[in-house]
Nanobody, 128 residues
């Protein structure tokens, strides 16, 4: 049984930084695609980025590229999202998600937001 629990959200001012954590139990990093998504009030959930099965390679949405970094600590079963140079438009509920996938289908599943397992989310608020 996969369980994902996010933490680390909070309120920061523009230009600030936060690091989100996702404690992931039941995940097989060699065969699971893991990603971060976010949802602002009144908007659809959107992808922030993901890491390919097996770790290493990552993909980021254009809106966060160069500012956000996804990393994994396999020994502690934790996925991280390091967020720097935060902007008010980064405000939203941030979700960690995982799904079984191959190297070739991870991206497509991310674009369709079609992940099987989701955390409960952690709120990020960036004020100007």
């Amino acid at each position: 049984q996969v369980q994902l629990v996010e933490s680390g959200g909070g309120s920061v001012q523009t230009g600030g930084s936060l690091r989100l954590s996702c404690a992931a139990s039941g995940v097989t990093y060699s065969s699971d695609c893991m990603g971060w998504f976010r949802q602002a009030p009144g908007k659809e959930r959107e992808g922030v980025g993901y890491v390919f099965p097996g770790g290493g390679r990552t993909y980021y949405a254009n809106s966060v590229k160069g500012r956000f970094t996804i990393s994994q600590d396999n020994a502690n079963n934790t996925l991280y999202l390091e967020m720097n140079s935060l902007k008010p438009e980064d405000t939203g509920m941030y979700y960690c998600a995982a799904t079984q996938s191959s190297q070739y289908t991870c991206g497509a599943l991310y674009l369709r937001r079609n992940f099987r397992y989701w955390g409960q989310g952690t709120q990020v608020t960036v004020s100007s």
